[in-house]
């Protein structure tokens, strides 16, 4: 995390970490074995902890399901039905498929070509579960701040559309997150940045201004970028903006959009950290999928590389069984 927290490798890391803690209090139980069992209080909530761990654990796959399915209606009935919208409810439907159905089509298998099949299927969709799994423990380390100065020089606030010349509840959310963090570095600039997209009729930095100035900000610390239509050239065109030739960059955006921006930033040289806006749980959800899907598209090349391998490996073991 001290290094490099923008990647995978700070959530696999702390998997690792908690496998690695988890065994070693095991270790440190079985050398007080003599004491514990002299205290029948401090046995009997050690055993109650770990009913409570085994249930959570087998319960977990089934509560996902449930969660997602309630949440993807949830979404679905305030923000009508698009197919982004219907991520979550897909996402608990294929998790039920694979958890429920798709053992028994395993289970059905009688040739030697469905059995590769079926190993390779689900090796990849492992895989991917475990990589999403990842993907949103590194989110969740990177919103992690111990403090809001962290004598930032610009603070870019991303934007998200607006309606006419009027500021969503959603980049509302980012903009006071953002003035929050303007009146803990006192030496920084805010940057709002976003072009002006369809339905817009202003670009979205100026409406995003207009709300800040509004709310008591010193428009003398205000930049605005004006071309931007995606996160990549929210990035680009924002460090154009910027003076200095090694600024230090606070990032803010939603919540689950996070990560994926410093991905962005990682890709194009940015040094910075990230701070997200809270936005309704609900949509979340949905939302921490359609940013995984983007995760993939970012990196789906060595993702695909490894599948690959693995699939290579199954149908070379299989035609090494064959000519046997």
Request: proline residues 2%; glycine residues 6%; aromatic residues 10%.
């Amino acid at each position: 995390m001290a290094r490099e927290p923008r990647t995978l490798w700070s959530g696999v890391s702390f998997f690792f970490m908690m496998i690695c803690l988890s065994i070693s209090l095991f270790f440190i139980l079985s050398e007080y074995s003599r004491w514990l069992a002299a205290h029948d209080v401090v046995i009997g909530i050690l055993i109650l902890l770990f009913v409570l761990a085994i249930g959570c654990m087998l319960m977990f796959p089934a509560a996902l399901i449930v969660m997602f399915f309630i949440e993807g209606i949830k979404v679905i009935k305030h923000e009508g039905v698009k197919p982004s919208n219907l991520l979550s409810m897909l996402f608990s439907i294929l998790l039920y498929v694979y958890l429920s159905v798709w053992p028994m089509i395993g289970n059905l298998r009688k040739n030697t070509l469905s059995t590769m099949l079926y190993v390779i299927i689900s090796f990849s969709a492992v895989y991917v579960l475990s990589l999403m799994a990842m993907y949103s423990l590194s989110a969740i380390l990177n919103l992690i701040h111990l403090k809001k100065n962290r004598n930032a020089d610009y603070i870019v606030v991303l934007g998200s559309g607006i309606i006419g010349k009027k500021v969503t509840p959603l980049l509302a959310a980012r903009i006071e997150r953002g003035m929050e963090l303007l009146y803990s570095n006192p030496n920084a600039v805010l940057i709002m940045s976003g072009g002006q997209g369809l339905g817009e009729d202003i670009p979205e930095s100026v409406a995003m201004a207009a709300y800040a100035v509004g709310k008591g900000v010193d428009a003398e610390r205000i930049i605005m970028e004006q071309k931007s239509v995606s996160t990549e050239e929210n990035l680009l065109f924002s460090r154009k903006l910027m003076d200095k030739e090694a600024p230090k960059i606070v990032i803010v955006t939603t919540a689950y959009h996070v990560f994926r921006a410093l991905i962005l930033a990682k890709q194009q040289g940015l040094k910075c950290v990230g701070f997200g806006a809270k936005t309704k749980w609900y949509f979340t959800l949905n939302a921490l999928i359609r940013e995984f899907v983007g995760y993939l598209r970012l990196t789906w090349k060595k993702h695909a590389l490894v599948i690959g391998i693995v699939a290579s490996i199954v149908v070379a073991t299989n035609i090494a069984g064959w000519l046997r």
